[in-house]
Structure formats: structure tokens, C-alpha cells
């Protein structure tokens, strides 16, 4: 089974982050075992970047997956960087509320949460119903 870690890790090496100097990785593993990651692509447009849990996101979705089991991000940080606001929601939008979250570092320094715990009433296709 392929380490979360090992992954986000490895496709961290891989962002585009010319402006930041901050590069992202992110792994996901599906409720079928599978695995799944993205890097942080910035443009020189801001708003145009695309964060690394939305990478690996969109690497699941294009391989017909729709069900997160486990997340794991990782930055060149001195401590753990959590998933942003959009991407807390995009998460959600494929997890449950007990799917495990490790932020760690590059160093190896990590945190472990729930997607619960990062967005906490959190909007769902719940509300969408009349």
C-alpha cells in the first residue's frame, strides 16, 4: 500500500511556486485503497493557482473515484500547514466527517485532525435539498 506520506512528499517537489517559494504537496487515499496526489501550481495571477489538495482532488475525480478515506498534506514550514478554507470544503465534499487529516512538515513534524474538526458545519448536498 503506498504511504501517504512518501507521496505528498515526492509530488511536493513538483510545484510550481516561483513567486511563494512555497511548495505543496498533498496525498489522498480513496476508499478503495487507491492514491491519489497534487502539488500547488502558481500563476503569476494569484487568484489563478491551484492548491495541491485541489490537484489531487481532481487526479481522483478524473479516475472515477468520489469517496476520500485518509489526507495528507505537507509543507516546507517550520510547523504544520492545515488546508485552506476552499480547500477544506473541497475536501468535505468527499469525505466524512471522521476522514483523517495529517498536516506535517518536510522535517517530519505532524498533526493529525479530522475533516470534522477542519470545517465544522460544514455546507453539504444536505442544505441543497428543499
Do not use: W
Not at 500563476?43 to 469517496?67: D, K, L, S
Amino acid at each position: 500500500m503506498t504511504d501517504l506520506r512518501d507521496a505528498a512528499v515526492l509530488v511536493r517537489e513538483n510545484a510550481h511556486a516561483p513567486y511563494s517559494n512555497f511548495k505543496v504537496g498533498a496525498a489522498i487515499r480513496t476508499a478503495s485503497g487507491a492514491v491519489f496526489s497534487g502539488c500547488n501550481v502558481e500563476n503569476v495571477a494569484y487568484p489563478q493557482g491551484t492548491c495541491a489538495e485541489a490537484g489531487a482532488i481532481a487526479a481522483m475525480v478524473a479516475a472515477g473515484e468520489r469517496e476520500i478515506a485518509e489526507v495528507y498534506v505537507v509543507a516546507g514550514s517550520d510547523m504544520p500547514v492545515t488546508p485552506c478554507g476552499g480547500c477544506r470544503q473541497k475536501l468535505a465534499e468527499f469525505s466524512g466527517g471522521d476522514v483523517s487529516v495529517t498536516m506535517a512538515t518536510v522535517a517530519g513534524k505532524e498533526q493529525q485532525t479530522t475533516m470534522g474538526e477542519l470545517l465544522p458545519g460544514a455546507f453539504g448536498a444536505a442544505h441543497m435539498q428543499g
